[in-house]
């Protein structure tokens, strides 16, 4: 079952959707501006808002588009000066925010769930998967060998269904694209693992799927890159349960939101005071 079928099942309200640069200008009249945000299904939603709207008015344009009732997982993010990638802040002017730059957005999760049970509809299970995919795919989020093949099974049951000898010859896991480094060598060990999954829903599978990658070390990380107080190369990464770091791809320490007292920043340092450690 395609992406677009999926989610398009579970939509309550469109707009329309058109191919990004099909408009002559982002700024139609004197009043409008002209968004458009890229779903995470692929597709191109295309917005008018005013001139002087918020953040939130184009957020509910889009989550009134999907049908979405568990809005704070998510968010529109933007690329500002240098290719910074921006959040929509929906409190602010749109136009403020862009200064200048095209209206163009990518609708993503912003909040990574620790777990899946916390996501009480479909649909934002569905969508929290497509945006594992995606980072998966970006290598965001590496993951081993067998991982990879279970999380790809779950993927191929969800999408193609049970395995059907007539429907599914040789090489059939090929035709979705999974994985970053996606060899012959795991596709039929994703074979191997779907020959299991007879009967299970799609449904099912999001559930289990996300329940594997929620345990994958970068999870919902975003990495920033710094210097340690040593002045070694280091990552924070920012998650739901504290700030992690990583040095060459690898956990080397946790600060523990619950440890954590005072953050602060001076120019370009950032400091953090926590509780001592007994």
Request: with cysteine; aromatic share 10%; proline share 3%.
């Amino acid at each position: 079952m395609s992406f677009l079928k999926r989610i398009g099942s579970m939509r309550k309200t469109s707009y329309s959707l058109s191919k990004r640069g099909e408009s002559s200008t982002p700024y139609d009249n004197k009043s409008n501006i002209h968004c458009l945000v890229l779903l995470l299904d692929g597709t191109l939603l295309t917005c008018d808002v005013d001139k002087q709207s918020s953040g939130q008015v184009l957020l509910d344009r889009v989550f009134m588009h999907l049908g979405l009732h568990e809005k704070d997982y998510f968010g529109l993010a933007y690329k500002a000066d240098g290719g910074v990638t921006r959040w929509l802040d929906a409190t602010k002017a749109i136009v403020k925010q862009l200064k200048g730059h095209s209206p163009q957005f990518d609708f993503r999760v912003r909040f990574y769930v620790p777990e899946p049970s916390y996501l009480h509809e479909e649909l934002s299970r569905y969508l929290f998967v497509l945006q594992i995919r995606k980072d998966i795919l970006a290598n965001r989020l590496p993951c081993s060998f067998e991982s990879a093949a279970t999380l790809g099974s779950y993927i191929i049951q969800a999408e193609l269904r049970d395995y059907d000898p007539e429907e599914h010859s040789q090489g059939y896991i090929s035709q979705i694209k999974m994985f970053p480094n996606q060899t012959k060598d795991l596709e039929g060990r994703i074979a191997e693992l779907h020959l299991g999954l007879q009967s299970r829903a799609a449904t099912e599978m999001d559930v289990l799927f996300l329940s594997h990658a929620r345990r994958l070390d970068f999870y919902g990380v975003e990495l920033f890159p710094c210097l340690d107080p040593g002045g070694t190369h280091v990552a924070l990464g920012i998650t739901s349960s504290g700030i992690t770091v990583f040095q060459n791809m690898l956990i080397v320490k946790v600060h523990l939101w619950s440890n954590v007292t005072k953050i602060t920043y001076k120019r370009k340092k950032f400091f953090l005071e926590q509780l001592s450690e007994q």
